[in-house]
């Protein structure tokens, strides 16, 4: 079935660069989504891939894609205090714009 | 500029108790949906909704019920609340076929004591 992994913590030194890595199993997913979720708050669009692009690159986000190993990545450039949060990976599958999430991963940048 | 708007942030129920959370989005989006959070779990799917008075269940509807009389609100029922039930509780919107995935709320953090 659809299934969406990501580890569940990673830990970082304020200015590092952080990676973010999760894996899907539904290889006719269209869009794969990378949502942010600070503490007590909703989940917040941070960016999306279409499937037939490898990469995209918004400001500090460099978002990866390998649809041959059903690999997706988030890479934050000079990851600040304030990006300190849980980061989910979605993918979109079937009909309805459906989402299947990952179970997030909590990102703690430290000075 | 609020779009998914959830009724409550913060509520706290007995046990048995019916319980209802409101969803309001000003997107006329067709597909709405609920989600629970726990840690360590993720977001699990309770029921969605692509249609007025359409549902359909998510991963674990059981407990819950949900209600779509309107195209802007989606609202999640516990029929009798249990303390199981204890969680973050997360409404999101989006449109068929669109690219920007989805637009959730805030979340409701439920307590059941």
């Known amino acids: 079935g659809e299934d969406v992994e990501q580890s569940l913590f990673l830990s970082v030194r304020e200015g590092d660069s952080s990676v973010i890595n999760c894996t899907y199993t539904d290889s006719s997913s269209t869009y794969l989504y990378w949502y942010k979720q600070e503490p007590g708050a909703g989940l917040q669009l941070l960016t999306y891939?279409?499937?037939?692009?490898d990469m995209k690159q918004d400001q500090r986000l460099t978002v990866l894609l390998n649809k041959k190993d059903k690999h997706l990545s988030l890479r934050i450039a000079d990851t600040q205090t304030g990006d300190s949060a849980i980061y989910f990976c979605a993918e979109r599958t079937g009909g309805y714009n459906k989402l299947i999430f990952g179970a997030g991963t909590r990102l703690a940048v430290h000075p | 500029d609020v779009k998914v708007t959830q009724s409550s942030r913060y509520l706290v129920k007995r046990t048995g108790e019916k319980v209802f959370l409101e969803c309001v989005q000003d997107m006329d989006h067709e597909n709405m949906f609920w989600y629970r959070q726990d840690p360590g779990l993720g977001l699990r799917l309770i029921y969605f909704s692509y249609d007025v008075k359409m549902k359909e269940k998510g991963d674990i509807p059981e407990g819950y019920s949900v209600s779509r009389e309107k195209k802007e609100r989606f609202s999640l029922i516990l029929e009798s609340a249990s303390t199981n039930q204890t969680s973050m509780y997360l409404c999101a919107s989006s449109l068929t076929g669109g690219q920007d995935g989805y637009t959730f709320g805030s979340g409701t953090r439920l307590t059941v004591v």
């Open positions: 891939i279409f499937s037939n692009m």
